[in-house]
């Protein structure tokens, strides 16, 4: 009795999603996943849920029931979580190959490819523990700090090796 009420509630899901619930859903997700792999101070984060919150409006306007809201709910966060779960898996493989050396074989990088960073200034926009990301002259690198660093605070570049950027904070220096 419950598997057929929950096939009749996922079939109801998706067959009867207007084409702006569809959309705006999409586009909710999309904001959200592009905020895992770019941060965006947040903004993916924020304008992500209000247009899922809004799909979700729009698709209860639409005759749905509470069932299926909750299905839709449960959607988004199997989708999200998988992303998150890419993005995690991807940012490990990233920081196993730097700590271990393989990235400089890989790319044939060396201390020259990123020299011309170091004393620049940035500022975090993530937060860097042990790695983050950093916008120096608005473009965002991938750095490591030997101490935490919180999201907005000003550092600057002390080395570089290989394709690792070390920063620090630069405490108003």
């Known amino acids: 009795m419950i598997c057929a009420t929950l096939g009749k ?10 084409a702006v ?17 770019r941060p965006m101070r947040s903004l ?6 209000i247009v899922i919150a809004l799909a979700a409006v729009v698709r209860m306007l639409s005759g749905a029931s509470v069932g299926t809201l909750f299905l ?47 004393g620049l200034r940035g500022v975090t926009t993530t937060a860097v523990a042990p790695s983050g990301h950093v916008a120096i002259n ?16 000003e550092v600057v570049v002390k080395r570089v090796s290989g394709a690792q950027i070390i920063v620090a904070p630069s405490d108003g220096l």
């Open 72 to 118: 839709l709910l449960f959607f988004v966060a199997f989708i999200l979580f998988g992303a998150h779960l890419l993005m995690l898996a991807l940012q490990k493989r990233e920081w196993l190959l730097l700590s271990s050396g393989i990235a400089e074989e890989e790319t044939g990088a060396d201390d020259a490819e990123y020299s011309y960073l170091v």
């Open 21 to 37: 619930s569809a959309v705006l859903l999409l586009l909710g997700l999309m904001l959200i996943i592009a905020e895992f792999f």
């Open 44 to 49: 993916g984060y924020a304008s992500g849920g």
């Open 138 to 153: 608005d473009i965002n690198f991938y750095v490591t700090s030997e101490e935490p660093i919180d999201v907005g605070v």
């Open 9 to 18: 509630e996922i079939y109801n899901l998706f067959s009867g999603m207007s």
